[in-house]
């Protein structure tokens, strides 16, 4: 605002570095930032240094979508897990895995028995509708498959045997909530920021 004297707050909604999933400047005007980790403490004075930015507010905030989900896993600590559940939940973004090898990947894991979720980004339900009616029109018939166009039911995140995702930050969430397997297709990473290397500091989800 250039009338009223605003102080500017953000929260993050992942817990990835900023240079990597944000875009350039994505946080230069704001007044304070709420960090996730020491991570982002680190790389936001790295680009105020680099960039010659005034300095930031950095509160040490943590992740509420997080503690959110580490308090709902104590009511399912107790549930049985079904070892048949795999969650699919893949970002979006050119080279996503559901567009590199989605409908082969469903196809593998139903013919072995399991039972699967797929959780798309709501981007990809937005932006690829043709990719999401041919997974449609060839799994929906199967009753092991679901494909989820909203929030993962509680009692199949907790229940699940493990999660298979590319570079979605839901990756991250499910190891640390759930403490168990995230396997990760090895597609090429999602680059928002052009000068990211500009900031010599390796992405959390890299590291």
Same mark, same amino acid.
């Given at each position: 605002? @250039?009338?009223?004297?605003?102080?500017?707050? +953000?929260?993050?909604?992942? $817990?990835?570095?900023?240079?990597?999933?944000?875009? @350039? %400047?994505?946080?230069?005007?704001?007044?304070?930032?709420?960090?996730?980790?020491?991570?982002?403490?680190?790389?936001?004075?790295?680009?105020?240094?680099? +960039?010659?930015?005034?300095? @930031?507010?950095?509160? =040490?905030? #943590?992740?509420?979508?997080?503690?959110?989900?580490?308090?709902?896993?104590?009511? +399912?600590?107790?549930?049985?897990?079904?070892? *048949?559940?795999?969650?699919?939940?893949?970002?979006?973004?050119? =080279?996503?895995?559901?567009?590199?090898?989605?409908?082969?990947?469903?196809?593998?894991?139903? *013919?072995?028995?399991? &039972?699967?979720?797929?959780?798309?980004?709501?981007?990809?339900?937005?932006?690829?509708?043709?990719?999401?009616?041919?997974?449609?029109?060839?799994?929906?018939?199967?009753?092991?498959?679901?494909?989820?166009?909203?929030?993962?039911?509680?009692?199949?995140?907790?229940?699940?045997?493990?999660?298979?995702?590319?570079?979605?930050?839901? #990756?991250?969430?499910?190891?640390?909530? &759930?403490? =168990?397997?995230?396997?990760?297709?090895?597609?090429? *990473?999602?680059? $928002?920021?052009?000068?990211? %290397?500009?900031?010599?500091?390796?992405?959390?989800?890299?590291?």
């Amino acid at each position: 605002s @250039k009338v009223f004297p605003v102080h500017y707050v +953000y929260l993050f909604h992942s $817990m990835f570095s900023i240079h990597s999933y944000l875009r @350039k %400047g994505a946080l230069d005007n704001f007044d304070a930032i709420f960090c996730v980790g020491k991570h982002h403490v680190d790389e936001i004075r790295e680009t105020e240094k680099t +960039y010659n930015l005034k300095e @930031k507010i950095l509160i =040490n905030y #943590g992740f509420g979508r997080l503690d959110f989900l580490l308090k709902e896993a104590e009511q +399912y600590k107790d549930q049985k897990r079904d070892d *048949k559940l795999i969650i699919i939940a893949p970002s979006y973004g050119e =080279n996503n895995l559901l567009q590199e090898c989605g409908i082969e990947l469903i196809d593998i894991l139903l *013919k072995s028995k399991f &039972k699967v979720i797929l959780r798309p980004h709501y981007r990809i339900i937005r932006d690829s509708k043709e990719l999401i009616k041919s997974i449609e029109d060839r799994f929906n018939d199967n009753t092991r498959f679901l494909l989820e166009k909203g929030v993962i039911q509680s009692d199949d995140f907790h229940s699940s045997k493990c999660m298979i995702t590319d570079w979605s930050g839901i #990756g991250m969430e499910y190891a640390f909530i &759930k403490k =168990n397997k995230v396997i990760f297709i090895d597609v090429p *990473k999602k680059e $928002m920021n052009d000068e990211s %290397g500009k900031i010599d500091l390796e992405p959390i989800e890299i590291s």
